[in-house]
């Protein structure tokens, strides 16, 4: 069997991963709060471990891998959205109205995910329908000393986890200098936070053992993990913005609750996206959500090689010219397997993905492929990082045969040789570029293909 190296934050060393349970592979990822749009750097989390996903199912069976991504469907953001548009006028009542966002959000978010080649996840948890386990863990907290209630709040005592700071390489005391924590007469440490608080009349709400309220938001990823994959399980992903305080904080709750655990043993971050070489903001005007990019003709095969070209340890540039150059590679990737049934993928790429998700090292081994012309190869190692699938290729305009065209300018330039007029030649071949061709002219002939920017429409008339 390949033998898989994964990275642990925890541990901070690589670790050969070995699974609890070989016929039952477990992976958490914290998935989106829906309340609008995935940006680019949401989609990051999604591409990276959906490929780990890919690989968990080839190296230990399809149906021996448990994928778990929840969606935060309730949230202050969510309500907040909901409130606007009531005061917009929207008619219905605030349950109805944050209803009708979550549902219209998570099928955004299905359909943009789904453009990215992303599978879909074994399960996705809705934090809603799982409040009830969150108000049990909650109980179990208070119980065993490691959290108190007080106005309506229920809070986690930090300072009862002997670890806590451990998984981000933080010193308590530390923390509580200059740290985002919220001050409040209720609390009893500043770095104590928040497991439940207080709904009044015009917010959702669920009754409660310390009255009507909702969950606060890191207790929703350990209720649900431990309902769907145990007290253990195998990995829990996400970006490295969530590394403190949110996983932190799930660590520390999930092992007082239930100590017999050890909950996630390997733990994986993903760093950050930036927009041509700057970090992502409203007012650079260079944030874009997922279905931006895809509005603007970006292919979501060309979405995902560009993610894939960065490995997830390190930050990633999304840049126009990677754009460019993904589509050109995966047009020419395509024509060479068109038609071509898949095999097994090669050694090299399994390799490149088993040493701690290697996705730049094994699209390098995706090119060697395409150099050596083993199109069986190439696709069916492509396939692992979700590349040139079937599904994922209606962008490439297959229907439109530029043999034609090769032709024509090799027919143009044999007689301008003769007469040494090369105007028609330049012409039709500014015609083609124009077209978004790439024309190669050697002494072996001409050869053109679909390059960046392809468009068949401006192809017309040119015969």
Known sequence: MVTIRLHNTKT??????TPIDAGNVRLYVCGPTVYDRAHIGNARPVVVFDTLFRLLRHVYGTDHVTYVRNFTDLDDKINATALARQKAGATGTLEALIAERTEETIRWYHEDMDALGALRPTQEPRATAYVGQMIAMIEVLIAKGHAYAKEGHVLFRVRSYADYGRLSGRAVDDMIAGARVEVAPFKEDPMDFVLWKPSDASLPGWDSPW?????????????????LLG?????HGGGIDLQFPHH??????????????????????????????KKMSKSLGNFFTVRDLLDQGYPGEVIRFVFLGTHYGKPMDWTAEKAAQAEATLRKWRGLVAGVPATAPADGVLAALADDLN?????????????????????????????????????VDAGVDLAHFAARLAAL?????????????????????????EVRMSKAGVEVLPGPGFDATKLEGLL
């Open 12 to 17: 901070r060393v690589k670790e050969v991963f």
């Open 211 to 227: 009255g009507r309220g909702r969950p606060g938001w890191h207790i929703e990823c350990s209720a649900m993990s431990l309902a």
């Open 231 to 235: 007290a253990s399980f195998d990995i």
């Open 248 to 277: 932190e904080n799930e660590v520390a709750q999930s092992c007082c609750a239930h100590p017999e655990g050890d909950f996630a043993r390997v733990w994986m971050h993903n760093e950050m996206l930036q927009v041509e070489g």
């Open 359 to 395: 996705t730049a090292g094994a699209i390098a081994e995706l090119h060697a492929l395409a150099a050596a012309g083993d199109a069986a190869g190439l696709k069916s190692s492509a396939a692992l990082l979700g590349l040139l699938e079937n599904g994922m290729g209606d962008w």
């Open 413 to 437: 330039r044999e007689a301008a040789m003769a007469t040494k007029d090369f105007a028609p030649v330049d012409a039709m071949k500014a015609a083609l570029l124009s077209a978004g061709v």
